[in-house]
């Protein structure tokens, strides 16, 4: 489990195909190595993935095909991915609770300063999520993009907006977006049991 605060932004500094897996070589660019163990988890830009060596300042992991084609981010030399280390039972939860499974890839739609707000120096991010997903995203609910926790500002239809503030584009990689990029998506895991539930309620009602 994750919780959305990025805690650096590492490079991907060598690419090994493995047939269709990739073998990643990530440099940790202040990230803490000293408590990472083998087998430990790492979420890259959301998605949860296995240590499997590790310097004082970069690691490796493999990555499966199947991540590779239902995420972004994590196919080339140079990228820049959101890290952080798995939650402790004992931290601090200063985001929401992230699985670290990425549940779809959405496109971002605009990302400017505030309409209005010429001196602001906060960003608007507008995120079309697929409709599979959108029914999940509500109003001042929670969303994760590329790993990082963010408040839903407002929602119409499948396109959804967030506000970044200055902290949150110097401490991610999500100062890069422009329009048309592909960005990692996980829904807040509330509103995916409160859905089972209710369609578990729903069934055995008619039942």
């Given amino acids: ?24 070589i990530v440099e940790a ?12 988890s790492i979420a890259h830009n959301g998605v949860c993935l296995t240590v ?3 310097t004082e300042t970069h690691y490796t992991l493999d990555v499966s095909a ?13 990228n820049l991915v959101n890290l952080e280390k798995a939650l402790r039972l004992a931290d601090r939860l200063g985001g929401h609770l ?9 496109t971002v739609a605009h990302f400017a300063p505030p309409a209005g707000e010429t001196n602001s120096d906060c ?17 001042k609910g929670s969303v994760t993009i590329n790993g990082v926790s963010l408040t839903v500002n407002h929602v119409d239809g499948n396109r959804f907006s967030i506000n970044l503030i200055p902290h949150t584009l110097t401490a991610t990689n999500l100062h890069q977006l422009k329009p048309g990029s592909p960005v ?10 409160c859905e089972r539930i209710l369609s578990y309620q729903s069934a055995a009602q008619q039942g």
């Fill in 184 to 193: 990692n998506l996980e829904i807040d895991q509330i509103a995916r049991y």
């Fill in 1 to 24: 489990m994750f919780t959305g605060i990025i805690q650096a932004v590492g490079r991907i500094t060598q690419m090994e195909h493995r047939g269709q897996d990739v073998r990643l």
């Fill in 29 to 40: 660019c202040g990230l803490d190595l000293s408590d990472v163990a083998l087998g430990d």
């Fill in 98 to 106: 992230v699985s670290g499974h990425v549940d779809g890839v959405g």
């Fill in 66 to 78: 199947e991540t590779l084609r239902v995420t972004v981010g994590l196919d080339q030399v140079g």
């Fill in 123 to 139: 960003m608007e991010l507008r995120i079309d999520a697929p409709g599979t997903l959108a029914r999940y995203i509500a109003t």
């Fill in 52 to 54: 499997i060596d590790k």
